[in-house]
T-cell receptor, first 113, second 113 residues
Framework: DQQVKQNSPSLSVQEGRISILNCDYT??????FLWYKKYPAEGPTFLIS?????DKNEDGRFTVFLNKSAKHLSLHIVPSQPGDSAVYFC????????????FGTGTQLKVEL | KAGVTQTPRYLIKTRGQQVTLSCSPI?????VSWYQQTPGQGLQFLFE???????NKGNFPGRFSGRQFSNSRSEMNVSTLELGDSALYLC????????????FGQGTRLTVV
């Protein structure tokens, strides 16, 4: 039972344009969401998070949007840079549930020159 | 401030053997979680320890176990290894007992032959 889904396994974007990565979840108990970036042979690196009391959070080039009614979140990267090429995972957790993260299967982003 | 350290980085074991992986969290972090990453299943939660107590457990067989020491360092053990246990095992540390961003180590690549 995949509670967090990233339906696009890959995405290709031109340098300087916007990258939009999507994530859907099914468990309405999730109330804290995170995005991680992962390079091969390395551990995931935290990018940005959002609590369910917000619908938007920004950090530099990264913005996460949360639509609770649709159980959908998205990560926007503007402008995209070649160094952003990596696998992006969304993850969700439940307040009071400790630090257990439920991850999506990831989206491979390729930013082309 | 040192990051999350996992040892060893690479391991090759034979079916039926057992293995112990080690994780040293970021100084001051009391929560340590373990994840298994495989190409087909993405990142799957194994278990979480907080103040030496297992607080969460994922859907893995009893062959997978762990513990946490008083200095927050953690070990995970896999007994009677199977070929399907070949994976990247990731450790993550978090500062608090509530949902927050987790910081990952580089992982231990386990190959079972």
């Amino acid at each position: 039972d995949q509670q967090v889904k990233q339906n696009s396994p890959s995405l290709s974007v031109q340098e300087g344009r916007i990258s939009i990565l999507n994530c859907d979840y099914t468990n309405s108990m999730f109330d804290y969401f995170l995005w991680y970036k992962k390079y091969p042979a390395e551990g995931p690196t935290f990018l940005i998070s959002i609590s369910s009391i917000k619908d938007k959070n920004e950090d530099g080039r990264f913005t996460v949007f949360l639509n609770k009614s649709a159980k959908h979140l998205s990560l926007h990267i503007v402008p995209s840079q070649p160094g952003d090429s990596a696998v992006y995972f969304c993850a969700a957790s439940i307040t009071g549930g400790g630090n257990k993260l439920t991850f999506g299967t990831g989206t491979q982003l390729k930013v082309e020159l | 401030k040192a990051g999350v350290t996992q040892t060893p980085r690479y391991l090759i074991k034979t079916r039926g053997q057992q293995v112990t992986l080690s994780c040293s969290p970021i100084s001051g972090h009391r929560s340590v979680s373990w994840y298994q990453q495989t190409p087909g299943q993405g990142l799957q939660f194994l278990f979480e320890y907080f103040s030496e107590t297992q607080r969460n457990k994922g859907n893995f067989p009893g062959r997978f176990s762990g513990r946490q020491f008083s200095n927050s360092r953690s070990e995970m053990n896999v007994s009677t290894l199977e070929l399907g246990d070949s994976a990247l095992y990731l450790c993550a540390s978090s500062p608090q007992g509530v949902a927050t961003e987790a910081f990952f180590g580089q992982g231990t690549r386990l190959t079972v032959v």
